[in-house]
């Protein structure tokens, strides 16, 4: 990424193949957000920034949220996947 200065980058922060989460994962989130300040975009499914943000995201305001989160934290743009799973409530 230093190397390339400019170039966009994309993060999809691949975490979650199965409905689990351990240790490991933690760890691998706190890596991963160090990034994002180094990056273009990120493009975590919903289970995915779920785990970085720190919150369920059941809601379009919980996805605001989520996003918000993400990018108050690094990221310059934040497109969370998936949301069509949301609760239309």
Do not use: W, Y
Request: with cysteine; glycine share 6%.
């Amino acid at each position: 990424i230093k190397q390339r200065p400019g170039v966009p980058v994309v993060l999809d922060p691949v975490l979650v193949c199965k409905e689990t989460h351990d240790v490991a994962v933690s760890e691998l989130c706190q890596e991963l957000i160090r990034f994002f300040p180094h990056v273009s975009v990120i493009t975590p499914n919903l289970p995915e920034a779920e785990l970085l943000a720190g919150h369920e995201i059941k809601t379009l305001e919980d996805m605001k949220a989520a996003a918000q989160k993400l990018h108050d934290l690094g990221a310059p743009a934040v497109i969370i996947k998936g949301g069509n799973r949301l609760s239309q409530d």
